[in-house]
């Protein structure tokens, strides 16, 4: 059993459909039917022979897909959708079968049948990679890697996700909400130093006076004393 991740319209598009119908479906219509097209080979064929704009890496690419979808996946692999605000669809991917004239809103003809499971995964409770993981552009993905960790998440349980990375703006906030009166002084007088300035502090004292001096020259034509108190 494996884990896969498949986009089912841009944005979601027909995911209600699609869980209401239990199915899950890609595009590609102007290929035929995935069932006499065995080979990788014969998908890359019969895309050059439709509208689609590809280069030969984007034929590649497209065909894996396709191929992906309608060859590699089995049924009992497990396929997780995105349902929006971050929340997935988990489900259990039946045969596959081409649906010359579909019926209802969505349009994607290659289609496999499934059974959606009624509880979804949260990104949140994820780890960073696999939440990570779930923002890939292309329309189907392994998920293969994670498979432990959505083993858990499906079945309730809890799986420590990996610490989120903190933001840059983040890191430094919390670095100079650590400083005392004396190092933030210091902090000043390097940050003017680095945009231009001389600067200085003045002895540490624990008052309301001037703190850090600088004085800025503008290519000789004025010089800008700024005075800081911390």
């Not at 998908?43 to 497209?62: C, E, F, G, H, R």
């Not at 231009?196 to 503008?218: M, Q, R």
Request: glycine share 10%; hydrophobic share 35%.
């Amino acid at each position: 059993m494996s884990y896969y991740l498949i986009r089912i319209g841009e944005g979601a598009k027909y995911i209600i459909e699609a869980r209401a119908k239990q199915f899950i479906a890609i595009g590609w219509g102007e290929v035929p039917d995935l069932n006499k097209l065995e080979t990788l080979d014969k998908i890359k064929d019969a895309l050059s022979k439709t509208s689609y704009d590809y280069n030969t890496v984007q034929t590649a690419i497209q065909a894996g897909q396709i191929y992906r979808f309608g060859q590699e996946l089995t049924s009992g692999d497990k396929v997780l959708s995105p349902l929006g605000k971050g929340e997935y669809l988990v489900g259990d991917v039946g045969e596959y079968y081409f649906d010359e004239k579909p019926q209802g809103a969505c349009p994607y003809k290659h289609r496999r049948k499934v059974k959606w499971l009624d509880n979804t995964l949260k990104k949140e409770d994820m780890s960073t990679n696999l939440s990570y993981s779930l923002g890939a552009i292309l329309t189907i993905c392994s998920l293969e890697k994670y498979a432990n960790e959505l083993d858990a998440l499906i079945a309730g349980g809890t799986y420590t996700p990996a610490e989120k990375p903190q933001k840059i703006r983040e890191i430094i906030l919390e670095g100079l909400k650590q400083l005392d009166g004396e190092g933030f002084e210091k902090f000043i007088r390097h940050l003017l130093e680095i945009v231009g300035f001389t600067a200085e502090t003045t002895p540490y004292v624990s008052d309301k006076g001037i703190d850090v001096n600088g004085t800025l020259d503008a290519e000789g034509l004025a010089n800008v004393t700024l005075r800081v108190q911390v």
